[in-house]
């Protein structure tokens, strides 16, 4: 099956940078779209940033001019820039994909195992 493996999580001062990537592996043909949800404790996951095939990449109003989303196709990877970080964006982020399969027909999603971001005042 396949498989999104998160890395670059950690804890940073406010106003610091952290970049995570997401590498997808496994019986992979093509990715549509990837991108990165977050969760806080007694919150519901919200999206982050995505990026899809032959459009922008879109972010949520909360992190728009200071986190960056971008993919090295090459390596089926995804990675999240973030800067300017503050404690509200404390939660864990998880790498979500759309993909489709060798051999088969359709979109598939599939989700990372989430790493945890916080962020200190």
């Known amino acids: 099956q396949v498989q999104l493996v998160e890395s670059g999580g950690g804890l940073v001062q406010a106003g610091g940078s952290l970049r995570l990537s997401c590498a997808a592996s496994?019986?992979?043909?093509?990715?549509?779209?990837m991108g990165w949800y977050r969760q806080a404790p007694g919150n519901q996951r919200e999206l982050v940033a995505t990026?899809?095939?032959?459009?922008?990449?879109a972010y949520a109003d909360s992190v728009k001019g200071r986190f960056t989303i971008s993919r090295d196709n090459a390596k089926n990877t995804v990675y999240l820039q973030m800067n300017s970080l503050q404690p509200e964006d404390t939660a864990v982020y998880y790498c979500n994909a759309l993909l489709v399969l060798r051999g088969k027909s359709g979109g598939y999603t599939y989700w990372g195992q989430g790493t945890q971001i916080t962020v200190s005042s």
């Open positions: 496994g019986n992979i043909f093509s990715i549509n779209a």
């Open positions: 990026i899809a095939s032959g459009l922008s990449p």
